[in-house]
């Protein structure tokens, strides 16, 4: 079956840095089209980036663009955000989806803080 396991998370001081995974399996990964979410405490859920089967397009939210990068390692059916310049708005449980399907994982915690 599907599964979409992230893991990276933790806690961080403002200005420093995180990588996020999202490790997948049950599904072809190298065409998928695969975002990044997230959810701030009383917060609606708000997309983060996205990037295309073959890595080639990526797109951001105008909140992290310049400070966040998406990729993808397709031979190990892997997504990741390098997340840098992490601010305290940066707070959230990030999340891995697959955009066709409509798939989350379970999310990881990020939390900037000093």
């Known amino acids: 079956q599907v599964q979409l396991v992230e893991s990276g998370g933790g806690l961080v001081q403002p200005g420093g840095s995180l990588r996020l995974s999202c490790a997948a399996s049950?599904?072809?990964?190298?065409?998928?089209?695969m975002s990044w979410y997230r959810q701030a405490p009383g917060k609606e859920r708000e997309w983060v980036a996205s990037?295309?089967?073959?890595?080639?397009?990526?797109n951001y939210a105008d909140s992290v663009k310049g400070r966040f990068t998406i990729s993808r390692d397709n031979a190990k059916n892997t997504m990741y955000l390098q997340m840098n310049i992490l601010k305290a708005q940066d707070t959230a449980v990030y999340y891995c989806?697959?955009?066709?399907?409509?798939?989350w994982g379970q999310g990881t915690q990020v939390t900037v803080s000093s």
């Open positions: 989806f697959w955009r066709s399907r409509g798939y």
């Open positions: 049950g599904f072809t990964f190298s065409t998928s089209t």
């Open positions: 990037i295309t089967g073959t890595g080639g397009v990526t």
